[in-house]
């Protein structure tokens, strides 16, 4: 087991590892929990709201010195699968939005917000931050499409359980990446997309329109293909779904 550091609370896990990174040298795997964040950041800026003492806000630090930068969405795609194994664990079917939210049916069970800290070309130091929904029972209406464990289970579930679960799924699926296996994440990232097959509706800053998915490639870029044929590539932030 890695090792595990455990607060009170803090305003985020992630500011937190990353001061404590700074200050000392702290081994590859390292994860900070916190009770509650009184300001969990969640993807675009967002706030990720999470209820005390119900659910699973950790950090992780990774150092992925082997990844080009115009390859690290790699990292992305392996811990985010980490965090789909663990879970299915628990329930299926989950699935990985893209970039790498988590899904179950049509509501987002957890979120990831990497913050990599580059050397060059290299991906020096990587800080890994897991929102995950597990025992708490309402949301607010600011996050109508929030579900959590207990919603879907009916039951509790044990948050140091889980906690180390989702640690190890996710450095056994980032050592695999640092072993060479690139081929099997991508394919098995692929495979796990959310809306994955057929055509379905998206938004950029032109308006809606109907896609199917093609591929997402190491950069990151989602590759769609128009109802009409039309061949479109799109980064983050630059495309949403319908």
């Given at each position: 087991?890695?090792?595990?550091?455990?607060?009170?609370?803090?305003?985020?896990?992630?500011?937190?590892?990353?001061?404590?990174?700074?200050?000392?040298?702290?081994?590859?795997?390292?994860?900070?929990?916190?009770?509650?964040?009184?300001?969990?950041?969640?993807?675009?800026?967002?706030?990720?709201?999470?209820?005390?003492?119900?659910?699973?806000?950790?950090?992780?630090?990774?150092?992925?010195?082997?990844?080009?930068?115009?390859?690290?969405?790699?990292?992305?795609e392996a811990v985010?699968?980490?965090?789909?194994?663990?879970?299915?664990?628990?329930?299926?079917?989950?699935?990985?939005?893209?970039?790498?939210?988590?899904?179950?049916?049509?509501?987002?069970?957890?979120?990831?917000?990497?913050?990599?800290?580059?050397?060059?070309?290299?991906?020096?130091?990587?800080?890994?931050?897991?929102?995950?929904?597990?025992?708490?029972?309402?949301?607010?209406?600011?996050?109508?499409?929030?579900?959590?464990?207990?919603?879907?289970?009916?039951?509790?579930?044990?948050?140091?359980?889980?906690?180390?679960?989702?640690?190890?799924?996710?450095?056994?699926?980032?050592?695999?990446?640092?072993?060479?296996?690139?081929?099997?994440?991508?394919?098995?990232?692929?495979?796990?997309?959310?809306?994955?097959?057929?055509?379905?509706?998206?938004?950029?800053?032109?308006?809606?329109?109907?896609?199917?998915?093609?591929?997402?490639?190491?950069?990151?870029?989602?590759?769609?293909?128009?109802?009409?044929?039309?061949?479109?590539c799109y980064a983050?932030?630059?495309?949403?779904?319908?």
């Amino acid at each position: 087991m890695n090792n595990i550091i455990k607060i009170k609370e803090t305003d985020s896990t992630n500011h937190w590892l990353k001061a404590q990174s700074k200050k000392q040298a702290l081994d590859e795997g390292t994860t900070v929990i916190a009770g509650f964040q009184t300001a969990g950041k969640g993807q675009r800026g967002n706030r990720w709201e999470s209820e005390a003492g119900k659910n699973i806000t950790c950090s992780m630090i990774l150092y992925p010195q082997f990844l080009p930068v115009k390859q690290q969405f790699l990292l992305s795609e392996a811990v985010a699968l980490g965090l789909k194994d663990a879970l299915e664990q628990h329930l299926r079917p989950v699935e990985i939005k893209w970039p790498n939210d988590i899904y179950y049916q049509d509501k987002k069970l957890a979120g990831i917000l990497i913050e990599n800290e580059l050397t060059g070309q290299i991906t020096g130091k990587s800080i890994i931050g897991f929102g995950l929904n597990v025992n708490q029972e309402k949301f607010s209406p600011a996050a109508p499409k929030a579900v959590s464990m207990k919603q879907i289970l009916g039951k509790e579930t044990d948050l140091d359980v889980l906690l180390e679960k989702t640690a190890n799924a996710v450095l056994f699926r980032y050592n695999a990446l640092k072993d060479g296996n690139s081929g099997l994440i991508v394919s098995a990232y692929h495979d796990s997309l959310y809306r994955k097959s057929g055509f379905h509706l998206f938004m950029d800053k032109d308006g809606v329109f109907t896609a199917e998915i093609k591929r997402v490639t190491d950069d990151g870029f989602l590759h769609l293909t128009t109802d009409a044929g039309e061949k479109r590539c799109y980064a983050f932030k630059e495309v949403s779904y319908g």
